[in-house]
């Protein structure tokens, strides 16, 4: 997958995310976690661009194992910060019911559906195709 599509992929997908917090606003059940729903989406988007950094790195490398302990890692950390992130908001923001979840798994699992649609591209990629 070359930049433009990460990219522009990444891009769209962050509108609509942007467009259903705005309209979570409006759902009396979800309002009071549209800032959370915010915070998820910058999470995953900047989750997005390093992992994208670094699988490119990591497919053109000649360490053939590269790769491979990215999207571990990768994954291993997304879910050690999704996890710290709602705890963390459940102990400080004290919320008085577990709604909150709701708009936090619906972007996590998008992101994570993206991430590893652009990793599988990644990994096809051909060494001299680095440039891209």
């Known amino acids: 997958m070359g930049k433009r599509s990460f990219f522009f992929q990444l891009g769209i997908l962050t509108i609509i995310f942007s467009i259903l917090a705005l309209l979570t606003g409006f759902i009396p059940v979800l309002a009071p976690y549209v ?3 915010w915070l998820s989406i910058a999470l995953y988007v900047l989750f997005s661009l390093v992992v994208h950094f670094f699988a490119k790195k990591a497919a053109v490398s000649a360490n053939k194992l590269a790769f491979t302990n990215v999207t571990i890692g990768s ?4 879910l050690f910060v999704s996890i710290i992130l709602v705890v963390a908001y459940k102990k400080i923001a004290a919320p008085p019911d577990d709604f909150f979840i ?3 798994l619906l972007v996590y699992l998008c992101y994570t559906i993206f991430e590893t649609n652009f990793m599988v591209k990644l990994g096809r990629i051909d060494k001299n195709e680095s440039n891209k």
């Open 102 to 104: 709701i708009p936090f």
């Open 75 to 78: 994954m291993a950390a997304k």
């Open 35 to 37: 800032t959370f729903f």
